[in-house]
């Protein structure tokens, strides 16, 4: 099956749509049974998609999950309320007091703060890494690295990783490999057929795609999913029969969404490339872009999201671009359908690794589904103002 066929086909079991196109929404907290036999045989089957009580899951639920599975691959889905709460919850499935940490020096801030604030207080240490160290990470596995964590392309500055050389490494020594594959969105980049253990996505972004859900995914290999899921379930993560209903429905039109998302943002990086006021267009598709041979091998498209350094412009000038915008509005939470422009700090704290050498403000777009000519347009008005 294509992939555009599986994204409309997946999870469309008759007993959980029950004769309709989607799932029903079921809501609860308590299951009721009338006899003892199936009780029991609910509590056996209880981690198994089979209805036992609402944290575990119900039909709605089950349905996403499993159409996340089908799409994205792995044995199984974990569910929870956003995709800060899957990486958190799958870091602490699989670390205990006393282990190490390999955290690429790129990830997403809260997940660097997750780990200098609250697995540290555990007892748990990490070492950040070069995302473009390649091979090199060998060098930085202690006796007590337990997880080797990946986001590709970083948050912001979009390089992108050697993936399958990251998992060979560390499953030499049976290294949990994690990734964070919001931006891949489980169709552009499939972690499974690359060494990744455990796939995790804040699929409050693409898979939603609407900007009216939180949400986070993990789905995971068959080593790793009983545990994942146990740990999960006892972190008490679960997500709400309505927002897996809109996050399912979102998910249908994740192929032809991101084909445009992928295309409007390809003009526009084009555009501003060769922009006066635009010093380096940071996209995984543009050869400049660390790791684009990787990007080039290993995904099968882009998306909306992507960086621009400039050149010029003090404080005040940046404030004029941003303030006047007309399509863009300023907002964090990327992958809905709409464009969003966001001045780019801290990257001279948050890189510590491979510290961030460049001096011009790095502003971050991510390219909605309007007419791209409005949106360069726009963003044609916005740079003018730096000069004014
Ligand atoms: C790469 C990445 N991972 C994880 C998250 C966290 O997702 P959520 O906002 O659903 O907690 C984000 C949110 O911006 C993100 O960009």
């Given at each position: 099956?294509?992939?555009?066929?599986?994204?409309?086909?997946?999870?469309?079991?008759?007993?959980?749509?029950?004769?309709?196109?989607?799932?029903?929404?079921?809501?609860?907290?308590?299951?009721?049974?009338?006899?003892?036999?199936?009780?029991?045989?609910?509590?056996?089957?209880?981690?198994?998609?089979?209805?036992?009580?609402?944290?575990?899951?119900?039909?709605?639920?089950?349905?996403?999950?499993?159409?996340?599975?089908?799409?994205?691959?792995?044995?199984?889905?974990?569910?929870?309320?956003?995709?800060t709460?899957?990486?958190s919850?799958?870091?602490?499935?699989?670390?205990?007091?006393?282990?190490?940490?390999?955290?690429?020096?790129?990830?997403?801030e809260p997940t660097r703060d997750f780990c200098n604030k609250i697995l540290a207080n555990m007892?748990i240490?990490t070492?950040?890494?070069?995302?473009?160290?390649?091979?090199?990470?060998?060098?930085?596995?202690?006796?007590?690295?337990?997880?080797?964590?990946?986001?590709?392309?970083?948050?912001?500055?979009?390089?992108?990783?050697?993936?399958?050389?990251?998992?060979?490494?560390?499953?030499?020594?049976?290294?949990?490999?994690?990734?964070?594959?919001?931006?891949?969105?489980?169709?552009?980049?499939?972690?499974?057929?690359?060494?990744?253990?455990?796939?995790?996505?804040?699929?409050?972004?693409?898979?939603?795609?609407?900007?009216?859900?939180?949400?986070?995914?993990?789905?995971?290999?068959?080593?790793?999913?009983?545990?994942?899921?146990?740990?999960?379930?006892?972190?008490?993560?679960?997500?709400?029969?309505?927002?897996?209903?809109?996050?399912?429905?979102?998910?249908?039109?994740?192929?032809?969404?991101?084909?445009?998302?992928?295309?409007?943002?390809?003009?526009?990086?084009?555009?501003?490339?060769?922009?006066?006021?635009?010093?380096?267009?940071?996209?995984?598709?543009?050869?400049?872009?660390?790791?684009?041979?990787?990007?080039?091998?290993?995904?099968?498209?882009?998306?909306?999201?992507?960086?621009?350094?400039?050149?010029?412009?003090?404080?005040?000038?940046?404030?004029?671009?941003?303030?006047?915008?007309?399509?863009?509005?300023?907002?964090?939470?990327?992958?809905?359908?709409?464009?969003?422009?966001?001045?780019?700090?801290?990257?001279?704290?948050?890189?510590?690794?491979?510290?961030?050498?460049?001096?011009?403000?790095?502003?971050?777009?991510?390219?909605?589904?309007?007419?791209?000519?409005?949106?360069?347009?726009?963003?044609?008005?916005?740079?003018?103002?730096?000069?004014?």
């Open positions: 099956m294509k992939q555009d066929t599986k994204i409309i086909a997946a999870g469309r079991k008759d007993s959980w749509t029950q004769g309709g196109v989607n799932p029903v929404i079921q809501r609860a907290s308590t299951i009721i049974f009338d006899s003892v036999e199936k009780m029991q045989h609910a509590t056996k089957n209880r981690a198994n998609n089979t209805l036992f009580y609402g944290r575990r899951g119900t039909t709605t639920s089950f349905a996403f999950s499993d159409a996340m599975c089908e799409i994205e691959g792995g044995v199984g889905c974990a569910l929870y309320p956003c995709g709460a899957a990486i919850s799958a870091l602490l499935s699989f670390l205990k007091t006393g282990d190490h940490l390999l955290m690429v020096d790129t990830a997403y007892g240490t070492t950040y890494y070069d995302p473009m160290i390649g091979a090199g990470i060998k060098a930085l596995i202690q006796d007590n690295t337990r997880v080797l964590f990946l986001e590709s392309p970083g948050s912001n500055t979009m390089e992108v990783q050697d993936v399958p050389t990251l998992a060979a490494i560390a499953h030499q020594t049976d290294i949990t490999v994690m990734l964070d594959n919001t931006w891949g969105s489980g169709i552009n980049f499939k972690p499974f057929d690359y060494g990744v253990d455990i796939s995790i996505q804040a699929a409050t972004k693409y898979i939603v795609g609407h900007s009216d859900v939180m949400m986070g995914t993990a789905t995971a290999n068959e080593k790793h999913w009983p545990t994942l899921r146990e740990h999960s379930y006892l972190l008490g993560q679960c997500a709400s029969a309505d927002d897996c209903y809109l996050a399912l429905r979102g998910l249908r039109t994740l192929g032809v969404r991101m084909r445009q998302h992928e295309k409007s943002a390809l003009k526009v990086a084009h555009w501003l490339k060769s922009h006066p006021a635009v010093d380096k267009v940071l996209h995984p598709a543009f050869e400049d872009c660390p790791g684009h041979e990787f990007f080039k091998r290993d995904f099968s498209g882009g998306n909306g999201l992507f960086s621009f350094i400039l050149n010029r412009g003090d404080d005040a000038a940046i404030v004029r671009l941003l303030d006047g915008m007309r399509h863009f509005k300023m907002g964090f939470s990327w992958g809905g359908f709409e464009s969003l422009i966001l001045k780019v700090n801290g990257l001279d704290r948050l890189r510590t690794a491979k510290p961030w050498t460049e001096t011009g403000t790095v502003i971050r777009l991510h390219i909605g589904l309007e007419d791209v000519d409005d949106l360069i347009e726009d963003l044609a008005a916005g740079l003018a103002r730096l000069d004014d």
